[in-house]
């Protein structure tokens, strides 16, 4: 009796190997989601390059570009950005940011500017003489959200989004509802931006999700697939479908405005 306990015993531990493993042998068991990847190490622009217009790859003699006390100084004097070294899709972009005090011209009166551009492809400067042609998740007082085409006009870069029937100018309103509309240039505006805009020195919209000058702000860009989505402070401003590109590096702008950067993590998706 006692080996016929011990042989039943046995089969019944079998079982439970084969059930709680696959079928080549190996666990079965979920593995973790992959972790953040910081592409700002808090210490220097490692996995970056610059690009100036009229200077060309890593050519910054004035310092537009500097990491002091772990923070990304972007100063805003001359235009261009810093570029990934590597292209990225299917991810989710996180990037924490305030404006500084200082704008330069040509846009010293106007509201403060800059923009995350994704799936940035070609040649460097080739939007002109400053960016790679791409979608801009735009980042600029009162508007920050909107899309941009930064593209060549074809269809090679263009964006699919819903839209409300009434236009802010030139520009269609994202509606989370509404009828959708395709570009292959200009903008699709965020969802609440004010319809009485300026291109002013520290405009603020009446529903503005942006925080005030010189309080961080966080906005998450998720590429999945064709989809962008945007949110701003944890809240939904815009989505496009169809994005073509749907991969390419990532660049944040200086576009006159003095800006700082805490923190630029990517999710794999």
């Known amino acids: 009796m006692k080996r016929l306990f011990t042989c039943i015993l046995c089969i019944l531990l079998t079982i439970v190997g084969i059930n709680s493993s696959g079928a080549n042998g190996k666990s079965s068991k979920k593995h973790p989601k992959k972790s953040g990847v910081e592409l700002f190490n808090g210490k220097n622009l490692s996995g970056w390059y610059t690009f100036l217009?009229?200077?060309?790859?890593n050519n910054d003699p004035k310092q537009v570009f500097t990491v002091e006390d772990g923070v990304i100084r972007i100063s805003g004097e001359e235009w261009g950005c810093i570029t990934t070294e590597k292209?990225?899709?299917?991810?989710?972009?996180?990037?924490?940011?305030?404006?500084?005090?200082?704008?330069?011209?040509?846009?010293?009166?106007?509201?403060?500017?800059?923009?995350l551009l994704v799936h940035s492809v070609g040649e460097d400067g080739a939007?002109?003489?400053?960016?790679?042609?791409?979608?801009?998740?735009?980042?600029?007082?009162?508007?920050?959200?909107?899309?941009?085409?930064?593209?060549?006009?074809?269809d090679n870069f263009s964006i699919?989004?819903?839209?409300?029937?009434?236009?802010?100018?030139?520009?269609?309103?994202?509606?989370?509802?509404?009828?959708?509309?395709?570009?292959?240039?200009?903008?699709?505006n965020w969802l609440q931006r004010d319809p009485e805009w300026k291109d002013e020195l520290n405009f603020r919209g009446k529903n503005d999700v942006e925080n005030p000058r010189g309080e961080w702000n966080t906005m998450e860009c998720i590429a999945d697939g064709d989809e962008l989505t945007?949110?701003?402070?944890?809240?939904?401003?815009?989505?496009?479908?169809?994005?073509k590109p749907s991969k390419g590096k990532i660049q944040i702008q200086s576009e006159s405005a003095e800006l700082f950067i805490r923190k630029v993590e990517l999710t794999h998706l």
């Open 127 to 154: 939007y002109s003489g400053i960016w790679m042609r791409s979608i801009e998740c735009q980042m600029i007082e009162g508007g920050t959200g909107d899309f941009i085409v930064v593209g060549d006009g074809s």
């Open 53 to 57: 217009k009229d200077r060309g790859k």
């Open 230 to 243: 945007v949110f701003l402070n944890g809240k939904l401003v815009n989505r496009a479908t169809n994005v």
């Open 87 to 115: 292209e990225y899709e299917n991810y989710k972009i996180l990037v924490e940011f305030k404006w500084g005090e200082t704008n330069h011209p040509p846009r010293q009166e106007k509201a403060r500017d800059s923009g």
């Open 160 to 188: 699919t989004s819903t839209v409300a029937a009434e236009k802010q100018g030139n520009s269609f309103v994202f509606k989370p509802d509404g009828q959708e509309e395709t570009i292959n240039g200009g903008r699709i």
